[in-house]
């Protein structure tokens, strides 16, 4: 069945999605991936809960003096409480205090939520929705309306659950959503009271949202984008509080591949699995390899029926062309995957590799014998840039390392740690030999490092480091484990990331380091 119906896209991982337990991002992380998600096509972007953390303050005031596009960011709250004005509920004055133009409210649908949380009759509870959402819409571009845990508050009193939903509207709300918040339903329930919902709303515009608790997010999401809703909510790669929240890398293309609904653009939705794993890098989460379209192994084959199959004709054993959401056929132990993508890569760095059949051998093979030993490029775009750019021959050499050495050592009879590093570098055939000091033995390298190169290129004293992650690789290995950093830099124009990998932490670090300059270097002579 095909559908033409548009989609309103609301992605709420840097709210919804950081409740979950292993999820933190920085400021600039949530910066970045706010970008990410409005390149893709994402309509509106929940930024978070403003005056509830300082984190979330700092990401509004600093998301409006980023590229971001302001009208896709919105801000998240309650309605007042009871026995205040809205004007003086700090909650509300600091959704406005937050300055973008969408505010996003939850309110209560659930009689037992007002009878026993709220400690108010039901009838002051539709107050609050009113007047709440009243207030903020005469002082805001778009008001959404969340009706908390509104279905098991419809399969408690579907009258009064239904009566929230009409306060809403009626006081102004652009859309009403209907929070599936304990994540138990199932798909037929999802099915029945949204086609009530509808029947009752006509045509104004309701939204679905819901969580994973059944292992139904998803399908109730789709259930419920059937059965009427226009808009979606859910987060990247289903983050959330307890099981998560619904997926929108398998919503998005059930909906648009699946069903024809409008999501996003075409040629957006191959930036799908991209965007899946430049958030599960920033997130410091290890991919979900077997996530459905996105996952590494979404479409590889190593059966030998099945490989012989698919190399017949692909739709044997894959359900869509992978390409369609950014993805690769994998043939297990053998060459044939990788090409088109590494091609698409390049050209978003107006790299123009594909009449370059040696180059496009070489970069693959690295690339395989590096990921092999956990390498990742999701999160690291700039050392894929000048892995490309290396392979072409076309990234200048700025400088060469000769060696290092990094000395930790603790003082215990004073208890302060010194780090040092002493750094050989040549740059134009002339060696620098440095050394400094740092707080820890990756600061000192990289005061090391600029300090002999600040002579040939004094640009790199605009740069800064703004995140430093590690993830161990083979945690069997114990202390001899892998590493894999991912760093972050800016300049205060542009931000980046790079990344090492070594059994060395040390080491790992520098290539790291290295590579953030280099780009710093290259991108300023360009």
């Known amino acids: 069945m095909s559908e033409n119906r548009k989609i309103t896209l609301y992605d709420t991982t840097l709210r919804d999605g950081t409740q979950s337990e292993d999820v933190n991002f920085t400021v600039v992380d949530k ?61 509300i004055m600091a959704l406005l205090d937050a300055g973008v133009p969408n505010i996003t409210i939850f309110g209560k649908t659930w009689d037992l939520h007002v009878r026993e949380a709220l400690k108010i009759s039901l ?109 979606v909510q859910g987060t990247v790669n289903g983050y959330g509080e307890r099981c998560g929240n619904a997926n929108l890398c398998s919503i998005i293309p059930n909906l648009q591949i699946k069903y024809g609904y409008e999501c996003v653009p075409a040629e957006n939705l191959k930036k799908l699995k991209d965007l899946s794993r430049f958030v599960d890098e920033l997130g410091n989460i290890k991919p979900d390899t077997h996530q459905p379209y996105v996952g590494n192994s979404a479409f590889a ?41 590494l091609i698409y890569k390049a050209k978003e760095f107006g790299l123009d590799i594909e009449s370059r059949d040696d180059t496009v051998k070489e970069l693959l093979n690295r690339l395989k014998e590096m990921e092999n030993r956990g390498f990742q490029f999701e999160g690291a775009e700039a050392s894929f840039e000048l892995l490309i750019r290396k ?64 002579h040939f290129y004094p640009v790199i004293k605009d740069m800064v480091l703004v995140d430093f992650k590690v993830r161990i690789l083979s945690s069997q290995d114990g202390t001899e484990a892998t590493t894999r950093v991912l760093m972050e830099s ?25 590579d953030s300059i280099l780009y710093k270097l290259m991108k300023d002579k360009k």
């Not at 971001?68 to 003086?88: H, L, N, Q």
């Not at 037929?188 to 939204?207: C, R, Y």
């Not at 000769?402 to 002339?430: H, Q, W």
């Not at 300049?491 to 290295?514: F, M, R």
Request: glycine share 10%; aromatic share 8%; hydrophobic share 40%.
């Open 31 to 91: 910066i970045r991936i706010a970008g990410h998600l409005a390149d893709f096509g994402i309509d509106f972007i929940e930024g978070g809960w403003p005056g509830s953390n300082p984190r979330d303050m700092d990401f509004f005031r600093d998301v409006k003096k980023s590229s971001v596009p302001i009208d896709r960011i919105t801000a998240f709250g309650s309605t007042r409480r009871a026995r205040k004005k809205c004007e003086d509920d700090e909650i």
């Open 391 to 454: 392979a072409m021959g076309t990234l200048p050499n700025f400088f060469d390392l000769i060696s290092y050495r990094v000395i930790d050592e603790k003082n215990f009879s004073c208890g302060t740690p010194l780090a040092e590093a002493t750094v050989m570098l040549s740059v134009n055939g002339i060696t620098e030999h440095t050394a400094a000091t740092g707080n820890g033995p990756v600061n000192a390298l990289d005061s090391a490092v600029r300090k002999a190169l600040a």
């Open 490 to 514: 800016t300049d205060g124009i542009d931000t980046w990331g790079t990344v090492g990998v070594a059994e060395n932490i040390i080491d790992a670090s520098y290539q790291a380091l290295a």
């Open 123 to 231: 009838e002051e509870n539709l107050e609050l929705i009113a007047d709440t959402v009243s207030f903020l819409k005469k002082r805001a571009d778009k008001v959404f309306y969340d009706a908390e845990h509104f279905f098991d508050g419809y399969k408690a009193n579907a009258e009064y659950a239904l009566k929230t939903l009409i306060t809403a509207r009626d006081a102004g709300a652009d859309t009403v959503i209907l929070c599936e918040t304990n994540g138990g339903a199932m798909p037929e329930e999802i099915f029945n009271i949204t086609g009530a919902v509808k029947d009752v709303l006509g045509d104004f515009p309701f939204g679905i949202h819901t969580h994973n608790d059944g292992e139904m997010a998803v399908a109730n999401a789709v259930t419920g984008v059937r059965r009427g809703a226009v808009h």
């Open 301 to 341: 084959h190593k059966g030998g029926v099945h490989v012989s199959a698919i190399l017949k004709d692909p739709r044997t054993y894959e359900h869509i062309d992978p390409a369609l959401v950014g993805n690769t056929q994998r043939v297990l132990l053998s060459d044939m995957s990788g090409k088109s993508n």
